[in-house]
């Protein structure tokens, strides 16, 4: 075999060695004795070549000197990579500090939720929770909406079956805790709600409400409105003035809206209080006589009071949104505001 084809066969050899090294350095090391070092295969080739006439010499030596370079430059390729040097060679800085990714927080309604649990749990209000697939029982009947009254029509319902429904407020939480427990009752019931209503910037088919009830001998009205006005003036200020004015519900009379005035204007009147200088944010009253007979609870004995709001309302009002869709988009870049 003449020199020219050694050396052929010896680069080939060595592009296959190249490409199979194990990745230590033990194997490269292995490798650069086996080609380059003193007593390796290369050096051997060039000690032939020294034997050569000047003509030969010509036309070997360039592919000897090709075989030499492969050789040394292949393994020094390895031999960066196995130190980590060719990452400073590509000019990427490996110290420098990565991205910094977000760290989420909670939905603004969560949020104004946990707010407004917080504040009546210092008041001594245990929490409550039930399903938001309910009865017709539990969500009207026990409360004092009988079959076909027409106040069932303020909650346009979605109905699963004839007596099978999503809950279209809280209120069937008041039943059920009355219904398992005797009073003294004093709870908060914070949860979804479904509403068969049209979608629009002011209304949506699912919400939440916070509902609240107390049961006890000699519950008063007025200790309503203080408990109340504690609750304003600790989520809204101070400063923050109320009004109850009369209202209807089915399951508690004498009935009440609370309006707060306006956290923008204060009461002087702008485009949020739509000028009245008022802002509704629940519905309340005394239980009705007829809600504690369903439950089981003697209404000679026994007086008390629930309450009912919106925290989509109130998020809405405190964070001045015009939209309640958008609380529901999970728009990473409006939800980031709060
Ligand atoms: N459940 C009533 C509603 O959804 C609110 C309410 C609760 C009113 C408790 C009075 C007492 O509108």
């Given at each position: 075999m003449s020199l020219l084809e050694r050396i052929n066969e010896v680069h080939n050899q060595l592009k296959k060695d190249l490409s199979n090294v194990q990745k230590t350095f033990q194997s490269v090391e292995d490798l650069r004795l086996k080609y380059?070092?003193?007593?390796?295969i290369i050096p051997a080739l060039f000690r032939d070549f020294g034997t050569l006439g000047p003509n030969e010499k010509r036309d070997v030596g360039k592919d000897l000197n090709t075989l030499k370079k492969s050789a040394e430059e292949g393994i020094q390729i390895i031999t960066d990579k196995l130190s980590g040097s060719d990452h400073v060679d590509s000019g990427f800085d490996h110290t420098l500090p990565g991205f910094p990714f977000k760290p989420g927080h909670l939905h603004p309604v969560t949020q104004t939720m946990n707010r407004i649990c917080d504040i009546f749990r210092e008041m001594g209000f245990g929490t409550e929770f039930g399903p938001e697939v309910e009865t017709d029982f539990n969500n009207f009947q026990a409360l004092n909406?009988?079959?076909?009254?027409?106040?069932?029509?303020m909650q346009d319902t979605f109905f699963i079956e004839d007596n099978i429904l999503?809950?279209?407020?809280?209120?069937?939480i008041q039943i059920r805790t009355m219904m398992k427990q005797k009073p003294p009752i004093r709870i908060l019931a914070p949860g979804r709600v479904y509403r068969n209503e049209a979608i629009n910037p002011r209304s949506y088919c699912v919400f939440h409400q916070v509902e609240g009830l107390y049961v006890d001998e000699n519950v008063t009205f007025a200790e309503l409105k203080v408990t109340i006005e504690m609750f304003a003036k600790k989520f809204f200020g101070k400063d923050v003035k109320l009004r109850f004015r009369p209202s209807f519900f089915p399951?508690?009379?004498p009935s009440a809206e609370v309006d707060v005035s306006c956290i923008i204007c204060g009461g002087s009147g702008c485009r949020l209080c739509k000028h009245t200088g008022w802002l509704e944010i629940m519905g309340c009253g005394m239980v009705d006589p007829n809600v504690f007979k369903a439950c089981g609870i003697d209404p000679e004995k026994y007086t008390g009071y629930a309450f009912g709001m919106g925290p989509e309302r109130i998020a809405l009002l405190k964070y001045g949104i015009?939209?309640?869709r958008l609380l529901y988009e999970g728009d990473i870049r409006f939800l980031e505001q709060f």
């Open positions: 380059i070092g003193k007593k390796g909406f009988p079959p076909n009254h027409p106040a069932r029509d999503l809950r279209t407020h809280t209120s069937p399951f508690t009379e015009d939209d309640i």
